[in-house]
């Protein structure tokens, strides 16, 4: 999987990279050959990640939106993940 980070820190914080790790093996388990950006803009993170396949974002999607569940973040989801064939969501600091 390739991850680009756009506008972020060399260094993160503890409970940042351990967020990003999660996400990221959650999205390697379900596809391992998509693109995930992740882009620090203020006070949020803003996410994108491409599948491989379409046929993989129902699926990514429920995961994704568990994994938030489980850490108690609100995230915020794109409108047009459908139209785009991309998974977009932002969550605030």
Do not use: W
């Amino acid at each position: 999987m390739k991850v680009e980070r756009v506008g972020m820190l060399e260094i993160l914080p503890d409970n940042e990279e351990i967020y990003f790790s999660h996400l990221k093996g959650i999205i390697e388990s379900i596809d391992e050959i998509s693109c995930l950006q992740v882009t620090k803009k203020g006070n949020s993170y803003t996410f994108r990640i491409a599948t491989s396949l379409p046929k993989y974002n129902e699926l990514l999607l429920q995961e994704i939106l568990k994994l938030h569940n489980i850490f108690g973040i609100k995230v915020d989801l794109s409108k047009s993940i459908k139209s785009t064939a991309t998974l977009a969501f932002n969550i605030n600091l």
